[in-house]
């Protein structure tokens, strides 16, 4: 099959060590580039009219990206408006010197390219400083975006306990307690000393370490990072500090800034994502273990619609509550619906699912990840979008105002320039909600029965496994760890992989290398917990139902018929690596190891963001194996190249694993857990 290199031409299959090698080649002419889109453009105007704000491509299917999904990626060929899928092949020539993160653009002498024949950028800068620092800067942003969702969200757990409100999971407001050594007061005294602990310590600066690490972090884990000069500061000022380090004319040394990356993975991980999961737990409810519906199919015309997205689901859980109540209910049937319902879309629908044993009145189920949301509103079965946070697309936007969707934002890190703003304001939560469902109901008036429905009704499965979490899943094994770990001592669960993060429509297309990993891996007995958007299409493909047994080896297989699982186990959002974290801790320490010990390996197959790139910091801090289906925009610095893939190992017994390839992908981890498993002596 052809293969597009570097330079945007046509060549033959590409083995996976030469297609990284390819990422290391200096872009062509931009110049001849720019003439060739002058050329096109009068031609690509043949084939688009632009109407009412969005391209409706009148040969609609015959350039969307591939999809593992397949109903999915026929059903979006078949939509009359453009969608990100359409647009990744007018998106397919890259700038070679991005590829590789030597393209600095940081002051007017810029931007500096380096290339073979320019070794130093204007500043004297090398390729080596140049992609140090822009990796440090997106994992700065990256960390930014989780620090920002857990600031949030503790936040939120304050004002409940002063309030007095609703506190839903008291069992994981104790663990919380015993686990910083809270004295026990009532519940409400406990939240706000909870809360307030975790706000200190974001708000420390970054010279005074933080308090918790050491009680949230796996002791073996702790001193390495003290022999590394890693244990982050406050948290806040860790992300400034970082961004600092990588401005004009500072920082110069690439290890240094390498890492104040594993400081800043330290401070996501233990607070941005492990945190963040259990302050909900305490709010919103515990994960239990159930069958759920997942797909378009969860869609139901006869109720008015919403379409969550974003991280931040604490944000919205009074509406959530509001919806179900009885004048509520009494408004939609007014306006000829049965009721409310909400519809989940990236991480903060995985989010809700997780917990939607306590939500079954109000939630639909998990619809799909974030390049599924474009598709979940062509439906025309959503009425309105409720976003505070990423992954809300931009390209929504244009197809909400083509289906006359209302677009409401909570939070204005998100805010989309055609949605009305209302900011999460705990004191007139009441006022709010209502304001925000009379404006809901007003958009469903407008529009349904004027814009059509296309709903894929058969799509996904009614059945997928979730609310799996470190407490459900040790629940279901008995209350402790040892079935597992008898397993996987005795060779029936080979070892165990973290399929994590994000979605993206490269790589393969839509979750295809996601999927193809995972089938690779489950095929040879080692057991998958995914967590993130990924978890989204490897549901919606049917690999988290315990019919998915079939497609596991033979002892993988045994195991999850003698339980009724799946070889796929779903742990929710992106967030939730936090829990992987909190489950691999758990693990060593009934084994009696450090974490680069155990037959355990990471996959960010199809990682999209820099909050990805700041989630790989914590898993190499933790020093796991991580696999990622292409390289972050660094193969222009051998020497971070070399550090990230081979010299990480000797820092913190993590590396970097780079295959696009699922099938030699998953050969390299089992190898990796091969040899994990022999110095084990299993």
């Known amino acids: 099959m052809p293969v597009r290199t570097w330079g945007g031409k046509r060549g033959r299959e590409k083995s996976p060590l030469q297609k990284i090698r390819n990422r290391a080649v200096f872009g062509g002419s931009l110049w001849s580039f720019d003439r060739r889109l002058q050329k096109d453009a009068s031609v690509l105007l043949k084939y688009f009219d632009y109407k009412g704000g969005i391209f409706m491509n009148q040969c609609y299917g015959c350039n969307t990206c591939q999809s593992a999904?397949?109903?999915?990626?026929?059903?979006?060929?078949?939509l009359p408006m453009q969608t990100s899928h359409h647009r990744v092949e007018d998106q397919s020539v890259k700038c070679g010197f991005g590829l590789q993160g030597v393209c600095c653009r940081l002051c007017s002498n810029g931007p500096c390219r380096i290339t073979p024949d320019a070794g130093r950028g204007i500043c004297g800068a090398t390729a080596d400083v140049i992609v140090a620092r822009n990796f440090l800067r997106a994992v700065a942003s990256g960390s930014g975006c989780y620090i920002h969702v857990v600031e949030n969200t503790a936040l939120n757990l304050k004002n409940t306990a002063l309030a007095k409100g609703v506190i839903k999971g008291e069992k994981a407001l104790a663990h919380l307690c015993e686990l910083f050594g809270i004295e026990q007061g009532d519940k409400y005294e406990n939240a706000l000393a909870v809360a307030q602990k975790v706000l200190d310590d974001l708000y420390k600066p970054e010279y005074q370490k933080m308090e918790l690490v050491e009680k949230l972090a796996y002791a073996p884990r702790y001193k390495k990072w003290q022999e590394l000069n890693i244990?982050?500061?406050?948290?806040?000022?860790?992300?400034?500090?970082?961004v600092v380090k990588c401005s004009t004319n500072l920082n110069?040394?690439?290890?240094?800034?390498?890492?104040?990356?594993?400081?800043?993975?330290?401070?996501?991980?233990?607070?941005?994502?492990?945190l963040t999961n259990?302050?909900?737990?305490?709010?919103?409810?515990?994960?239990?273990?159930?069958p759920a519906p997942v797909g378009l199919g969860v869609i139901d015309p006869d109720y008015i619609n919403i379409m969550i997205t974003g991280h931040q689901h604490s944000t919205f859980s009074y509406l959530q509550d509001r919806l179900i109540e009885p004048d509520v209910v009494e408004k939609a049937k007014a306006a000829g619906a049965k009721g409310f319902k909400l519809v989940g879309c990236t991480c903060v629908g995985q989010d809700l699912q997780l917990r939607g044993a306590h939500y079954t009145e109000v939630f639909d189920g998990h619809a799909g990840n974030n390049y599924t949301s474009e598709a979940v509103l062509a439906t025309g079965g959503i009425d309105a979008v409720l976003s505070e946070f990423n992954c809300t697309l931009p390209?929504?936007?244009?197809?909400?105002?083509?289906?006359k969707i209302k677009q409401i934002c909570l939070d204005d890190v998100a805010k989309k320039a055609n949605a009305e703003y209302r900011p999460f304001?705990?004191?007139?939560?009441?006022?709010?909600s209502d304001a925000i469902i009379d404006a809901i109901i007003e958009a469903y008036k407008a529009r349904r029965g004027v814009v059509p429905l296309n709903l894929l009704p058969g799509h996904g499965n009614k059945n997928?496994?979730?609310?799996v979490s470190e407490v459900s899943l040790k629940q279901f094994l008995g209350g402790n760890w040892k079935p597992l770990i008898d397993l996987i001592v005795a060779g029936d669960i080979k070892g165990v992989a973290g399929v994590v993060g994000c979605s993206n429509l490269t790589f393969g297309g839509h979750d295809v290398l996601t999927v193809e990993l995972t089938k690779e891996l489950i095929k040879r007995d080692i057991i998958v917990l995914s967590a993130g958007c990924s978890s989204g299409g490897l549901e919606n493909c049917g690999l988290m139902t315990p019919e998915a047994a079939e497609l596991a080896g033979p002892k993988l297989k045994a195991v999850c018929k003698k339980l009724g699982i799946p070889p796929v186990l779903n742990f929710g959002p992106c967030l939730a690596i936090g829990r992987l974290e909190i489950v691999a801790t758990e693990l060593a320490q009934a084994i009696g190891v450090d974490l680069p010990q155990l037959p355990l390996v990471l996959s960010a197959p199809q990682w999209l963001e820099e909050q990805a790139l700041a989630d790989g910091a914590f898993g190499l801090a933790l020093g796991l194996p991580l696999h990622l289906g292409e390289p972050p925009f660094i193969t222009g610095s051998k020497l971070v190249t070399k550090v990230l893939t081979e010299d990480m190992k000797s820092?913190?017994?993590?590396?970097?694993?780079?295959?696009?390839?699922?099938?030699?992908?998953?050969e390299r981890l089992e190898k990796i857990i091969l040899e994990k498993r022999a110095g084990l002596n299993i």
């Open 69 to 78: 999904d397949k109903p999915l990626e026929s059903y979006i060929r078949s």
């Open 425 to 432: 304001v705990f004191e007139t939560r009441k006022e709010d």
């Open 252 to 274: 110069s040394d690439p290890v240094d800034m390498l890492l104040t990356c594993l400081k800043l993975g330290i401070s996501t991980g233990l607070y941005g994502l492990t």
């Open 231 to 242: 244990l982050p500061g406050g948290s806040n000022a860790e992300i400034v500090k970082g």
């Open 278 to 290: 259990l302050l909900n737990d305490v709010m919103l409810g515990e994960p239990e273990i159930r």
């Open 651 to 666: 820092l913190t017994g993590g590396q970097v694993v780079i295959d696009p390839d699922g099938q030699s992908a998953a």
């Open 395 to 403: 390209g929504i936007e244009p197809i909400c105002d083509e289906l």
């Open 464 to 467: 997928t496994i979730t609310g």
